[in-house]
């Protein structure tokens, strides 16, 4: 997958206002529904939650990569994020994180692709 095919400007949000997790990553996720990527938040919300009890998906120095596969998911996309003021987060350092890259991946999208994604966000 080419990372550039999901990545959007109207995506980026670099002064994110959430004050906890749950509210960066609604943020993150309405904006994924007024850009028409996911049809339904709070279904999208869930799938991503169902994931991060799996373990963590904060990577330490401050960064977060949570996602959700999910049926709400029209296209494949990421949406990221610059916290104002940095939040706990469950990561690998304990640290709390200030940035936030959040994967939404469709249903039929290979089971692959996020770990293609990752890979990609990883080896930039």
Avoid at 38 to 57: A, H, K, N, P, W
């Amino acid at each position: 997958m080419d990372i550039e095919k999901v990545l959007d400007d109207k995506l980026i949000n670099l002064n994110l206002a959430g004050k906890n997790k749950d509210e960066a990553l609604r943020e993150l996720c309405q904006m994924l529904v007024k850009e028409d990527r996911i049809s339904d938040l709070e279904i999208f919300l869930q799938d991503v939650y169902l994931r991060e009890e799996e373990g963590s998906t904060g990577i330490g120095s401050g960064i977060a990569i949570p996602h959700g596969k999910s049926e709400k998911v029209t296209k494949t996309s990421i949406a990221i994020g610059k916290l104002k003021k940095p939040i706990q987060w469950e990561s690998i350092d304990d640290e709390p994180v200030s940035f936030i890259i959040l994967f939404a991946v469709r249903n039929v999208d290979s089971t692959t692709v996020h770990l293609k994604m990752l890979a990609q966000i990883a080896g930039t």
